[in-house]
């Protein structure tokens, strides 16, 4: 079973979020008559179903991978050049 899961880590994990997210889109609004702790847990948790999405869908090369089975090269920008101090003298 467990390998099952490691090789369809990306399945599962679309899976788990269309729950997490159904499941939040699914509470009631609060009315008039909700408790402030019902309030508090609507909004925090509209909250964290909306930014656990952008947050994954992030670019990273573990991403692209995941989604495609290609590798990222990683790049290392070039150092800017070094100035020998006689910039700007004749």
Known sequence: MGAFFQAHQLAIGVAAMWLVSSAIGAMP???????????FWFKFLQTIGGALPRLMAIYSPTT???LTGQTA???VPPNPPVSDGSAGTK
């Open 29 to 39: 609004t609060p009315r008039d008559g909700s408790s402030v702790m019902y309030e």
């Open 64 to 66: 692209l991978n995941a």
């Open 73 to 75: 090269k990683v790049t």
